[in-house]
């Protein structure tokens, strides 16, 4: 049974990761600040189904905050693997607010960046948006298009 931490595990993507995980035996410590980027209760629900679930612990932490991410990556074994999906989504909500992307987006993940090196964490997987893909008119997209 492998241990692996799971950023964004209130989101849509990261719920749906992290289930898919421990049905495959796996133990799973889920990441979320459960900030107001969409409807707090729909997280709540996502993570009570996560809850129920033997293998699942949730850990309340912010990924902008380094000495968060640190501590808790200073409980126990580390993770065999971190699955970064904590982000800010939107295009017009970073227009308003560029300051709370760059820190959740940039500085979350490389506060989580360190904290492999330093723990020596062999895998990192990091989803990005669907908004990297660039001006085309192709369907359905692929990672390997441009997104100039």
Request: net charge negative; proline share 5%; charged share 25%.
């Amino acid at each position: 049974m492998t241990h692996i931490l799971v950023t964004g595990v209130a989101g849509f993507i990261g719920s749906r990761v992290a289930a898919r995980l421990l049905e495959l035996g796996h133990r799973v410590v889920g990441v979320d600040d459960f900030n107001d980027s969409c409807d707090p209760r729909l997280k709540q629900w996502r993570v009570a189904q996560l809850e129920q679930q033997e293998g699942f612990r949730l850990a309340r932490v912010d990924v902008r905050d380094r000495e968060a991410v640190q501590g808790l990556l200073a409980e126990g074994e580390p993770p065999a693997a971190i699955v970064h999906l904590a982000a800010r989504a939107g295009v017009r909500p970073s227009v308003a607010n560029p300051w709370i992307y760059f820190e959740t987006n940039v500085t979350g993940t490389l506060n989580l960046l360190r904290q492999c090196q330093e723990r020596e964490i062999p895998k990192f997987v990091l989803a990005s948006t669907s908004s990297v893909y660039g001006d085309t008119r192709s369907m359905p997209f692929r990672e390997d298009m441009p997104t100039d």
